[in-house]
């Protein structure tokens, strides 16, 4: 099975910065977009950035400035730095992956586990 495993969340003071990891494992073939998004309880889960295999961003309005999505193609690895924390920023943030398995080139969309990040005195 392909899987998604994050790290790098934690508590942080606000002002604080994180760098969230997340890589990708099992029978790839490639992978098209990765992306952060989060869920903060009683909300809906939303949209932090999106990176294309080009290399291609796209930002939620809320962290334009702040967060920097990168990623590493040859360690199918997605990072997210998160500078310039607020208290707002506190959610579960969850990895995702559009690829294609290796076995019959199918285009499937993964999930990761999440990693909390809470931003707090």
């Not at 590493?72 to 506190?90: C, G, W």
Request: a positive charge.
């Amino acid at each position: 099975q392909v899987q998604l495993v994050e790290s790098g969340g934690g508590l942080v003071q606000p002002g604080g910065s994180l760098t969230l990891s997340c890589a990708a494992s099992g029978r790839i073939f490639s992978i098209f977009d990765m992306g952060w998004y989060r869920q903060a309880p009683g909300k809906q889960r939303e949209l932090v950035a999106r990176i294309t295999n080009g290399g291609s961003t796209t930002y939620a309005d809320s962290v334009k400035g702040r967060f920097t999505i990168s990623r590493d193609n040859a360690k199918n690895t997605v990072y997210l730095q998160m500078n310039s924390l607020k208290p707002e920023d506190t959610a579960l943030y969850y990895c995702n992956a559009d690829l294609l398995e290796y076995e019959f080139r199918r285009r499937k969309d993964y999930w990761g586990q999440g990693t909390q990040v809470t931003v707090s005195l």
